[in-house]
């Protein structure tokens, strides 16, 4: 039967022989036959092949089982389910006993209706149990309209319910068959059905899910990479805390874990918030287990209330502090001194120009241009529109422009890094090794490369240069109509005039 053909009398069926691993699948047959109700055998050839492909499919799934997700929600579903069942059966009984709701021959019929059918389907092919449940049932619906008065005895009650809870294991057990899971799989989930209690949930936040929310917040919503990253870790926190802790997420449930968090600032527990939100909102729009699993009408992550840690305002010493100009002369120095040209470079052009690290760092050949007549550096990019602008090049600074455009690297940078870091941040191994040096000339948390930047304005403003002319020579906004929209800032001459103002390194 090479082809699963059969005839019987003059009819083909189609004939599968069941490997012993996927019996459990078709209720535990050696083998399939269906007719194909014709008795040409070439229509049979043609009438097998979806047949066949159907429990094939089948024989896929039962051993390759459900995705990890999938039984998981399933799982949850169960645990629910069988603890529900098993206060119900509880309460009722209490409540008979007590008097205080009758478990009446009503609720028993309605219940032997129900599992009549269920015996039919689940017993097809073993018509010896199918009896035996059908009588048992049957006996106790017959004991029920044998009571004498109203309230049935409490014995009865008690091996009514215990029936019913070992049926509905049954029935649960062969709808798990039919449902495509593994062979482990279906011992997994009728164990937990058993003993819910022995259930440890898994978060909601598996990998595939937290690849799939990080994707999206940056190729749909425009988030930094470096943000959706921090987002992600923190819910990798979340993640292994109900795991450790065998809960489940719910809005309490979130409020102990951001109380446990105990060591962190209100602040970060409210991105800790923001990252869970975010997470929640994503998974119930386009994650359709999450939705199966969790009433996505109610966010879990909101409405905690957060200790009040804000302060009116920052000491003076806990503050970012801006460098004195000789200092900064002291920087430059030690950084040759160090050998660390790239940085002692980089130090230079922030001295003279106000632009951030990174700004500096992205500088190459092709930004070096004139405005009305005057050499510029071309800021392209930043974090503002503001921040796109020219400024004029120092006289002092003219030589070192030159020279870092002889030596530019391979593609045109001014400065040479090691590369961008995982987010493209140029500047990273700039920054990191500018720490250190001033970390070496005793310089604390309060001094960073951008205390440069603090310098320039502070210098600027010193010298009296107007606050509009400063704005376009660092890339801020003025927060006026007028001026931001409007305007088209300082005219390059005034700004070289703002520019001469600040002091050479040398």
Not at 29 to 54: C, D, M, V, Y
Not at 477 to 493: C, H, L, R, V
Request: glycine share 4%; proline share 3%; net charge positive.
């Amino acid at each position: 039967m090479a082809d699963n053909l059969i005839l019987k009398g003059s009819t083909w069926h189609v004939r599968l022989e069941l490997p012993n691993d996927v019996r459990h699948a078709f209720g535990n047959r050696r083998k399939l036959t269906k007719s194909l109700k014709t008795g040409n055998k070439a229509e049979a050839h043609a009438r097998k092949l979806p047949i066949l492909a159907e429990w094939k499919s089948v024989i896929t799934k039962a051993r390759n089982g459900i995705t990890a997700e999938e039984l998981e929600n399933e799982l949850h579903l169960l645990k629910n389910t069988s603890e529900h069942l098993r206060g119900f059966f509880e309460s009722t009984l209490i409540k008979h006993i007590r008097g205080e709701k009758i478990f009446t021959k009503e609720n028993a019929l309605s219940l032997i209706k129900t599992f009549d059918k269920d015996i039919s389907t689940i017993f097809k092919n073993d018509t010896e149990k199918a009896k035996i449940w059908r009588h048992r049932f049957y006996q106790m619906g017959s004991d029920f309209y044998d009571q004498s008065d109203d309230k049935p005895k409490t014995d009865l009650v008690a091996d009514f319910l215990k029936a019913v809870e070992e049926f509905v294991v049954i029935k649960n057990d062969y709808i798990s068959k039919t449902k495509g899971y593994s062979k482990e799989q279906t011992e997994t989930i009728t164990r937990i059905f058993n003993k819910p209690e022995t259930y440890s949930p898994k978060s909601p936040f598996t990998p595939q899910r937290l690849e799939a929310f990080a994707k999206h917040q940056v190729e749909v919503k425009g988030l930094a990479q470096k943000t959706v990253d921090s987002y992600v870790s923190k819910l990798k926190i979340l993640k292994k805390y109900l795991e450790e802790e065998k809960l489940e997420l719910t809005f309490e449930i979130y409020q102990q874990f951001l109380d446990s968090l105990s060591s962190i600032q209100a602040k970060t527990k409210q991105n800790h918030i923001h990252a869970g939100s975010g997470f929640h909102k994503w998974a119930s729009k386009y994650d359709l287990d999450y939705k199966n699993r969790y009433d996505t009408r109610i966010n879990p992550f909101l409405g905690h209330e957060l200790p009040n840690s804000k302060k009116k305002g920052k000491k003076k010493e806990d503050k970012r502090l801006a460098f004195k100009n000789e200092e900064i002369k002291k920087l430059y120095e030690f950084a040759i001194s160090k050998q660390k040209h790239q940085v002692a470079y980089a130090v230079k052009i922030a001295s003279l120009t106000g632009c951030r690290i990174e700004e500096v760092c992205r500088l190459t050949k092709r930004h070096i241009v004139a405005e009305n007549g005057i050499l510029s550096l071309y800021i392209e990019e930043g974090k503002t529109d503001a921040s796109i602008r020219k400024i004029p090049i120092h006289p002092s600074l003219k030589p070192l422009v030159e020279q870092l455009v002889k030596n530019a690297d391979s593609e045109g940078y001014l400065i040479h890094s090691s590369g961008g870091n995982k987010y493209g941040i140029r500047s990273d191994s700039i920054s990191k090794a500018f720490g250190r040096l001033k970390k070496e000339l005793g310089y604390d948390y309060r001094y960073v490369f951008h205390s440069i930047r603090k310098t320039v304005i502070t210098t600027l403003q010193h010298n009296d240069v107007k606050p509009l002319i400063i704005a376009s020579i660092v890339g801020h906004e003025t927060g006026t109509i007028t001026f931001d929209i409007y305007s088209d800032g300082a005219s390059p001459q005034q700004k070289l005039e703002a520019i001469k103002t600040l002091p050479r390194l040398e």
